[in-house]
C-alpha cells in the first residue's frame, strides 16, 4: 500500500522553538508539497519540491522553510514557532507530469 | 490568490439522498480534482476531470465542468453515512503542477 507518511499527528510546541515536521513517501515520486489547512481557508501551499535539494516557495512562505535532502523526505521548518502558526500541516506527493496528489494524514501543530 | 470557492459550505441530507456540491475558479484550467477528508485525516482523490472533458463517473460519483463558467459540480448518488466528509475541488494549470484547493465543502450524512 503506498503512502506518505507524516511524523508526527500531534504536537505541541512553545513559541521561539524551531520546530521539524518531516514527510516521507515510498512512491518514488519527484513532486512533494507542504500544505497548512485553517477552517474556512482551505489548504494554502507553503513550499514545494519538484526534485531533491529543490525548493519553490508557495503562497504562503512567511516564517517556515524547507529541506529535500532525499527524494523521498521532505521537511518542513519553523525557525522561531509562532502561535499563528497553530494549524493543521499537510504533506503530499505527486509524481512527475501528475497532479494526483497522495496525502499524508497531517500533522495537528499547536504553538503556546 | 487563484483559490477556488466551494458551494454551499456545509450540507446536511439523510441518508439515501443525493448530495451535490458546487466549485468554481477564477482562470483557466488544465484538470480539476475532486478529494475527501475525513475528520482530522489526509485528503483522498475521488476523481480528476481534464479542461476537454464534460463529465466523468467513478462508481456513485459524477463530476461534471463547464469551462466557459469556470464551475464544476460533484454529484454524489444515493449516499450512505460513510460519505460524512469534507469535499475540496483543486484545479491545476498548464504547465504548473502545482494545485489549488478551494475552502470545501463540509457534508453531513444523517442516518
Known amino acids: 500500500d503506498v503512502k506518505v507518511t507524516q511524523s508526527s499527528r500531534y504536537l505541541v510546541k512553545r513559541t521561539g522553538e524551531k520546530v521539524f515536521l518531516e514527510c516521507v513517501q515510498d512512491?518514488?515520486?519527484?513532486?512533494m508539497f507542504w500544505y497548512r489547512q485553517d477552517p474556512g481557508l482551505g489548504l494554502r501551499l507553503i513550499y514545494f519540491?519538484?526534485?531533491?535539494?529543490?525548493?519553490e516557495k508557495g503562497d504562503i512562505p512567511e516564517g517556515y522553510s524547507v529541506s529535500r535532502e532525499k527524494k523521498e523526505r521532505f521537511s518542513l521548518i519553523l525557525e522561531s514557532a509562532s502561535t499563528n502558526q497553530t494549524s493543521m500541516y499537510l504533506c503530499?506527493?505527486?509524481?512527475?507530469?501528475?497532479?494526483?496528489?497522495?496525502f499524508g494524514q497531517g500533522t495537528r501543530l499547536t504553538v503556546v | 490568490s487563484q483559490q477556488g470557492e466551494e458551494d454551499p459550505q456545509a450540507l446536511s441530507i439523510q441518508e439515501g439522498e443525493n448530495a451535490t456540491m458546487n466549485c468554481s475558479y477564477k482562470?483557466?484550467?488544465?484538470?480539476l480534482q475532486w478529494y475527501r477528508q475525513n475528520s482530522g485525516r489526509g485528503l483522498v482523490h475521488l476523481i480528476l476531470?481534464?479542461?476537454?472533458?464534460r463529465e466523468k463517473h467513478s462508481g456513485r460519483l459524477r463530476v461534471t465542468l463547464d469551462t466557459s463558467k469556470k464551475s464544476s459540480s460533484l454529484l454524489i448518488t444515493a449516499s450512505r453515512a460513510a460519505d460524512t466528509a469534507s469535499y475540496f475541488c483543486?484545479?491545476?494549470?498548464?504547465?504548473?503542477?502545482?494545485?489549488?484547493f478551494g475552502t470545501g465543502t463540509r457534508l453531513t450524512i444523517i442516518p
Open positions: 503530499a506527493s505527486s509524481s512527475q507530469g501528475s497532479t494526483e496528489a497522495f
Open positions: 512512491m518514488d515520486h519527484e513532486n
Open positions: 519540491s519538484y526534485d531533491v535539494k529543490m525548493k
Open positions: 482562470t483557466s484550467i488544465n484538470n
Open positions: 476531470i481534464r479542461s476537454n472533458e
Open positions: 483543486a484545479t491545476d494549470y498548464f504547465g504548473n503542477e502545482k494545485l489549488t
